[in-house]
């Protein structure tokens, strides 16, 4: 059964910095993409950040130079590094494996302050 658990949201002031984490289980972690979402009040979940298998990496627009995306295949652990935070990064926070489209974890709340 895949498992997903974030942890690491909070609420921040603006040009604060945050790291999400995500632990994965269930799955052969190491052979899967991960990805960050997003999903702000009354709005859809958005894509954020991507980590290939092999470590290549693709970025949102709006956090392209803020955000980092990284993974620990060794901790099955996926982690996105977030700086210089605004108001509008506010959000819950999801990874999720494309792999496997039905699953994903509780989120984790992301409040910047401004």
Request: aromatic content about 12%; glycine content about 10%.
């Amino acid at each position: 059964q895949v498992h997903l658990v974030e942890s690491g949201g909070g609420l921040v002031q603006a040009g604060g910095s945050l790291r999400l984490s995500c632990a994965a289980s269930g799955f052969i972690f190491s052979l899967n993409t991960m990805v960050w979402y997003r999903q702000a009040p009354a709005k859809e979940r958005v894509f954020v950040a991507q980590i290939t298998s092999g470590g290549t990496t693709t970025y949102a627009d709006s956090v392209k130079g803020r955000f980092t995306i990284s993974r620990d295949n060794a901790r099955n652990t996926v982690y996105l590094q977030m700086t210089s935070l605004k108001p509008e990064d506010t959000a819950v926070y999801y990874c999720h494996p494309p792999g496997f489209p039905n699953y994903w974890g509780q989120g984790t709340q992301v409040t910047i302050s401004s």
